[in-house]
Each structure stands twice: as C-alpha cells, then as structure tokens.
C-alpha cells in the first residue's frame, strides 16, 4: 500500500490469502503490474500517514509488516499477530 491508507480490523471479519495482484511501486519512481505477494501480510513502500489498527495476522510467507524506502508516521496499533518467526521490517533500505 502507499500513503494515507488505513487497515482497521474493528467489527469485521476479512481475510486477504493467496497473494495481490495489484500494480505496486518497485522503486520511488516506477510502478507495475505484481502478479503474486512475496509473502509481507501488509507492505508499505515509502509511504506516510499509514494506520495498522486491531488486525490478527499469522502465517505469512515473509514479514508480517514490511514498512520499506524512507516510510513516516507508520502507526501499528493492538494488532495479533502469530505463527511466524518474522514480526516487522521498519524503514530498510539497501543503501
């Protein structure tokens, strides 16, 4: 996901498996077409303004949260998460 989104797990019940297929950022300057999820429960490429609030995560192929390339103001809040030996990956760059 990018920039000002929220994930509020509240009073619902919603399971997202078996991958996105969206068009997703590779790079600040590129987009395109992301067939299957490497495995993150929720990625979020430099994006701000992003609320993670009451969801039950397990299981993921990788991260549970995978806030990458310069993200701000990321807000986790009273989220479960289980089954994984990988919880979150905050800020990574390769440079």
Same mark, same amino acid.
Not at 3 to 30: E, M, Q
Not at 73 to 89: E, G, P, Q, W
């Given at each position: 996901?990018? +920039? ?5 797990? #509240? ?9 996105? $297929?969206?068009?997703? #950022? +590779?790079?600040? #300057? %590129? /987009?395109?077409? #992301?067939?299957?999820? *490497? ?8 994006? $701000? ?7 039950? =995560? +397990? $299981? ?15 807000? =986790? +809040?009273?989220? /479960?998460?289980? %089954?994984? *030996?990988?919880?979150?990956? =905050? ?5």
């Amino acid at each position: 996901m990018n +920039s000002f989104k929220t994930i509020d797990g #509240r009073c619902a019940t919603v399971h997202i498996a078996g991958g996105g $297929n969206a068009k997703v #950022r +590779s790079s600040p #300057r %590129h /987009y395109g077409w #992301r067939t299957i999820s *490497d495995g993150d429960g929720v990625s979020i490429f430099g994006g $701000n303004h992003v609320w993670v609030d009451q969801c039950s =995560l +397990s $299981n993921c192929e990788d991260w549970f949260i995978d806030a990458i390339i310069g993200p701000t103001a990321i807000t =986790l +809040s009273n989220n /479960y998460m289980t %089954h994984d *030996d990988k919880v979150m990956v =905050l800020g990574h760059s390769d440079t």
